[in-house]
């Protein structure tokens, strides 16, 4: 029952998103991560992921991305216990403000909201199913084994898609294989910030 009432009020809350700057009517939200390795630019899906996007979106507002990095790489090579294996780049919050307190947020699985780990998805990364907070990560090409049914995670309930790349895939093409020690990027890619914007009209 409390998660039925937390998932509630952050679908009521991610109504009031969509009125603020930088939202559109269709219910997406632009971002623009900033990095020391250039610009990722995505579009949030507020209408099917509501839930993961207004978390997503209070580390956003809040500033709370600033100073945070790309700690993580996942490639073909440094998976060696990985009977399936997959391609991603994992990002946090600023250290000092890793999760801020906030309460982890309900699973939206991809079979709810039609968003599939496509190249490029946006997803939360978590332990639990219902433990993500902050951080996240970026598919490089396909990986349907994060969907729900998949098998890189043993409880197959697979990872909340809430957003896609639209430019800067080779920027995160170039953090996957930056110099890294197991899946440990060394140096972490440094997030210098992440912001809404207003895309230009199509």
Known sequence: ????????????????????????????????????????????????????????????????????????????????????????????????????????????????????HTDGTLSMARAGANTATSAFFITIGDQPSLDEGGTRNPDRQGFAAFGRVTSGMNVVRAIQYAPHLEQNLTPPVVITGVRRFTPPPR
């Open 1 to 116: 029952m409390r998660w039925l009432n937390v998932a509630l009020l952050l679908v009521i809350t991610a109504s009031e998103t969509l009125a603020q700057p930088g939202a559109s009517t269709r219910g997406v939200v632009a971002v623009v991560i900033s990095t020391d390795r250039g610009d990722i630019t995505a579009e949030l899906d507020s209408a099917r992921a509501p839930i993961t996007v207004t978390n997503f979106l209070r580390y956003v507002d809040e500033g709370r991305f600033s100073g945070g990095a790309f700690h993580r790489t996942v490639t073909p090579q440094n998976q060696p216990r990985d009977s399936v294996r997959i391609e991603v780049i994992q990002a946090r919050a600023r250290s000092s403000q890793r999760d801020s307190g906030y309460a982890p947020i309900p699973l939206e699985r991809t079979n709810t909201t039609g968003l599939r």
